[in-house]
């Protein structure tokens, strides 16, 4: 197996519905993290010093728990435009596939579709911004 803790979801089906919906979360985690990190650092608020803050508040989520992995984090998915497009690639058709589940149960997202919009327009800016989210 690849994890230690095994969950039961429901029935056959249930546990791509799960993950489908976690890769949603943590994509758009990703991307809004990446926009707060930038707007501390436009606003002369060192992110690292909030870290900590968040990781105990509302704004928590998996980049928020190590500063320095979080910065490690954001270089690896942007240390060459290859890296950056494969990257791009792979979240966007996770959350294409989000949205073709909505679609399926007759449940429009047009918040995650507009995200969806934006990651799959990502372009240098964005690899640009996510690599100076990285190391210090």
Aim: hydrophobic share 40%; proline share 4%; glycine share 8%.
């Amino acid at each position: 197996s690849m994890g230690e803790s095994i969950f039961r979801c429901g029935g056959l089906g249930s546990a791509e519905v799960v993950k489908v919906i976690n890769n949603m979360i943590g994509i758009t985690s990703i991307y809004i993290t990446s926009e707060a990190m930038q707007l501390a650092a436009k606003s002369g608020v060192d992110f690292d010093r909030i870290l900590p803050i968040l990781d105990v508040s509302s704004g928590r989520n998996f980049l928020t728990q190590d500063p320095s992995e979080t910065r490690h984090q954001f270089k690896s998915w942007a240390r060459t435009p290859e890296a950056f497009d494969a990257y791009v690639k792979i979240v966007s058709k996770d959350l294409h596939l989000a949205l073709s589940l909505g679609e399926s149960v007759g449940f429009d997202m047009p918040l995650l579709a507009k995200i969806s919009e934006s990651v799959d327009a990502s372009d240098k800016r964005i690899m640009k911004q996510f690599l100076s989210n990285g190391p210090k």
